[in-house]
């Protein structure tokens, strides 16, 4: 079960919202095993071109609020993912490493629309009940899959973060492995054309939101200043 718990970000939504597990083999830069960052460091005027300010306005290694102890480029194509969502419709996307924690497992991807009110109809799709239910049952049958037994059903519970953006959205599913308080954290945000998608996957979870917290401030200054 310990095993399985630790594999937890591969088998819930790390996987699903921002990138997850499951299509590249790449391993893990030597560099990064050993703390040192591989991302290109920041420039002070984000690129002109969509794909460029997507790229820029994803929070780096340094900006998350654990220190990172390892990092790899792992996607996959899962359908409630906004990587498939709006693969046809995104002018642009893009995704973090998986940044992995003592605590935390972090991924986040972001997507710029052509226009804010193209930007505002993904969300609403994003957020909707229907791919709530979608990222829920993922989960679900994922937990079972990797504990091998049944379990009970998932808890949802709202995250009360200050809202970020023209439109944010923030809950946790806990994750019902016995003997481990395992958890993962959804956050959304909608600033201008840009969406930002982001998993927290935790074992255990914390009892305060300090990091989410300091991880959405940290987002929201690099989105807005990749939109100019």
Known sequence: MQRWARGLACAAIAALLAAGCGESKAPTPAGARHGATTTTPAVATPPHDDAGRAQFALVRRADVPDRVIDQNDRRNHAECSPRV?????????????????????????VLLFRDAATAAAAYGRLDSRANRRCIAHYTYIEAVRRAAQALTALTTQTLLLEPVGQRSTS?????PIPGHAAASDVLFNRIGRALSSVSVVWDPAPTDLAFEEALVRKIAARVRTALG
């Open 85 to 109: 969502l709006f693969r046809h419709s995104a002018a642009a996307i893009a995704t973090t490493p998986r940044y992995v924690t003592a605590r935390a497992r972090v991924q986040q991807s």
């Open 171 to 175: 809950y946790r599913l806990s994750i």
